[in-house]
Every structure is written in structure tokens, then in C-alpha cells.
């Protein structure tokens, strides 16, 4: 399942990147994010993940701060103009597409699956956790296309919105991981009940997992916020400073 879904993922770039121009580097992101799915579900990572809390914590944070970011930016824009052209899709797009749907449905996402009834149905059915993951990567690749999003028009996002929703989705994380860090109790059932690694008891893995959400999810957040800080000074120091603020009717059409 794993490996016809990732299959899918690249025939679906290579149907885009065939009829629509991709930008220098967006080859490049592709590829790197189809590493950090691969590293996330085919990896050790994913088998670990089903013993310590603490390994399936990396494997979120791939899923949700690494891998769609990475793919979102390889979106030739051609192809969202060609989307916006076509009444179902552009429907679909300005619906989700845009700040409060996108840091609702990511940070939504996020908060439901540690909740623990949700959590420990992930682990009992392999189903629910197919579910889980498919639910990271397509928020994840909603809510960083609109920060990643070329044209704000699209996106109904300037640059300083933007970099409110990223400190806003670092926030939600944070507390997440914050909570999880400083737990009293073990919150999963599941690791409870499966023979421990690394001599970690249940409450010190959902403490250690809590803090790799919380420092590498503050490391990761990092790297957006420093772009976009850097987007809006070189926009203060005079207009064209940056190449992305251009109407619908500028992008690229298809072949070109």
C-alpha cells in the first residue's frame, strides 16, 4: 500500500512536470520530498514507530514539517493556474486554499491524531494509520501551499499573513509537544503493552518523544520564518524586490 502510494506520487509528477514547465529548482524538491516520505514510511523509522513513542514522533515530523513543505514547493505554478481555469477544481481550491481553511484543517489534523483514543486506533488497525499518514501529507501540502504559494493572489495570502499562520502552526505544535513532554502519565495504551527499546519506560518515551516534537518542530518552523522575514525586508527596501507577487493571469500557461 505504502509503495503504490509513493508509486503514484511520482507517475503523478511526471504527468505535471511533462505538460506544465517546472521552475529550476522544483525537480529538486520533488525528489526530496519523496526521500523524506520514504525515509519516514520505508525506513526502520516506520517499524520503530510501533515500539517508542519517541521514533513515531520523528516519523510525524517528517510526515507533517518536512515532506510537504519539500513537495508543495515543486508545484509548477502553471499547473495551479491551470487548476484555476477549471470551474470543479478552482471551487475546491478557493475553499481550502487559503489562511483559516489551511491552518485549520493542519493544526486540526495535528491535535486529533495525539489524542489518545486516536492515537491507539492507529496502532490497532493499519487502516486507521494509512489514514493518519495520507491526513499529514495533504494537510500539510495544503497549508505550506499557501505559504509556499508564488502568486498571494491565489492564496488570498500576503507575506506578512503568511508568516502569522507559520508562527500560529509553530505555536500549536509547541504546545503539543509541550504537553506531551511534561505528561504525569503515559497517554497511549499501546506502548504500554509492547516490549520496550532502549530501556525507555512508557512515561519517559512520551516525555523524550514530546521534547523531538517540540525541538525539532521549533527547528523546522524556523526555516520558514527566517524566509518570509527575509521576503518582507526586501520588500520594505522597494517594490519588484521579490519575483512572487503577480496576478492569476501571470502565470505561466501550460508549455510554456
Known amino acids: ?17 511533462r505538460r506544465f514547465r517546472p521552475r529550476r529548482w522544483q525537480p ?20 520503530g514507530s510501533g515500539y517508542l513513542f519517541t521514533i513515531h514522533m520523528v516519523q510525524h515530523m517528517l510526515l507533517t514539517l518536512v515532506a510537504p513543505p519539500l513537495l508543495a514547493l515543486a ?26 481553511p489551511a491552518l485549520v484543517l493542519f493544526n486540526g489534523v495535528l491535535v486529533f491524531w495525539h489524542l489518545p483514543f486516536a492515537y491507539d486506533a492507529t496502532l490497532a488497525s493499519g487502516w486507521v494509520h494509512a489514514a493518519e499518514h495520507l491526513s499529514f501529507v495533504a494537510a500539510g501540502l495544503v497549508f505550506w501551499g ?24 509553530d505555536l500549536v505544535n509547541f504546545l503539543v509537544g509541550f504537553a506531551l513532554a511534561f ?42 520564518v527566517l524566509v518570509l522575514l527575509s521576503v518582507l525586508l526586501r520588500r520594505e527596501q522597494g517594490p519588484g524586490a521579490f519575483p512572487g507577487e503577480s496576478p492569476i493571469r501571470s502565470i505561466p500557461s501550460p508549455h510554456s
Open 183 to 224: 505528561a504525569g502519565r503515559p497517554f497511549y495504551r499501546h506502548y504500554t503493552e509492547v516490549p520496550r527499546l532502549w530501556g525507555l519506560n512508557p512515561l519517559d518515551d512520551l516525555r523524550l518523544g514530546g521534547a523531538v516534537m517540540w525541538v525539532m518542530g521549533q527547528m523546522m518552523y524556523a526555516i520558514p
Open 146 to 169: 499557501v505559504i509556499a504559494s508564488p502568486v498571494p493572489k491565489l492564496v488570498r495570502a500576503s507575506f506578512g499573513l503568511r508568516l502569522g499562520l507559520v508562527v500560529v502552526a
Open 28 to 47: 529538486l524538491f520533488f525528489w526530496l520530498g519523496m526521500l523524506g516520505l520514504v525515509v519516514a514510511l520505508l525506513s526502520p523509522i516506520h517499524t
Open 75 to 100: 508545484v509548477p505554478p502553471a499547473f495551479l493556474g491551470w487548476l484555476y481555469r477549471r470551474p470543479g477544481p478552482a471551487r475546491v481550491l478557493h475553499a481550502v486554499w487559503s489562511p483559516l
Open 1 to 17: 500500500m505504502i509503495l503504490a502510494g509513493l508509486g503514484a506520487t511520482v507517475l503523478a509528477w511526471w504527468w505535471v512536470s
